[in-house]
């Protein structure tokens, strides 16, 4: 069936930490996939995208995610973290409109 | 940027009573909306593909008779859950994106939370 994973649902790191995300899904053929944030009290508002092309796609706030079709993975990847960065992250695979469970970061400061 | 508001952005009802969810594309045309429900630390789930115009298209478990939804306009959806049940308790989501333009657009709503009593 298909699905889309994140492997952790709440990570609490240190300011200036690096950070990645997991996100594994389990489709056939292309797949477009985004990363979503939501900051607490706020909308969902897309991080990054891929469609096609250069598999490590940058977003904005310094985000970059890779796509590794072998690995049927899209992780979530910033260097150092801020405390801003708290919120929670989403997977998802938009041909579908399926979303991962969402992992929540908190970042102490 | 461009905005899609939710109204109410929380309702109390009686089981059994029916509850409107109003999702406004306030400064852009939306040919398509889509409707997400989400439980507690868990997925976004989508519902439901609606059309400006045109039926909705529900996902696969999702009753068209207890979700009912009505795009009457290229800025307005609206979701009506019938004789509402504690079980419908949950967090619902629109999100809208720009006639013309692909998925990547969308904006989300930011949600209206519904507590069945």
């Known amino acids: 069936a298909q699905s889309v994973s994140q492997h952790n649902h709440h990570v609490i790191l240190s300011e200036a930490a690096s950070l990645e995300l997991g996100c594994n899904y389990s489709y056939g053929g292309t797949v477009n996939l985004f990363w979503y944030v939501q900051y607490p009290g706020q909308h969902l508002q897309l991080l990054l995208k891929y469609f096609s092309g250069d598999p490590l796609v940058k977003g904005i706030k310094g985000f970059e995610a890779e796509f590794i079709k072998s690995k049927f993975s899209f992780n979530l990847r910033k260097p150092s973290v801020q405390w801003s960065d708290t919120a929670e992250y989403f997977c998802?695979?938009?041909?579908?409109?399926?979303f991962g469970a969402g992992t929540r970061l908190t970042v102490k400061p | 940027g461009a905005v899609v508001s939710q109204h109410p952005s929380w309702v109390i009802c009686k089981s059994g009573t029916s509850v409107k969810i109003e999702c406004r594309s306030l400064d852009f045309q939306a040919t398509t909306m889509f409707w997400y429900r989400q439980f507690p630390k868990q997925s976004l789930m989508l519902m439901a593909t609606?059309?400006?115009?045109?039926?909705?298209?529900?996902e696969q478990g999702v009753e068209k008779d207890k979700f009912l939804i009505n795009h009457a306009s290229l800025t307005l959806s609206t979701l009506t859950v019938t004789s509402a049940h504690p079980e419908d308790s949950s967090f619902y989501i629109c999100?809208?994106?720009?006639?013309?333009?692909?998925?990547?657009?969308?904006?989300f709503g930011p949600g209206t939370r519904l507590t069945v009593l």
């Open positions: 999100s809208a994106y720009k006639s013309g333009t692909r998925a990547d657009t969308q904006y």
């Open positions: 609606s059309n400006e115009g045109s039926k909705a298209t529900y």
């Open positions: 998802a695979v938009v041909n579908d409109m399926r």
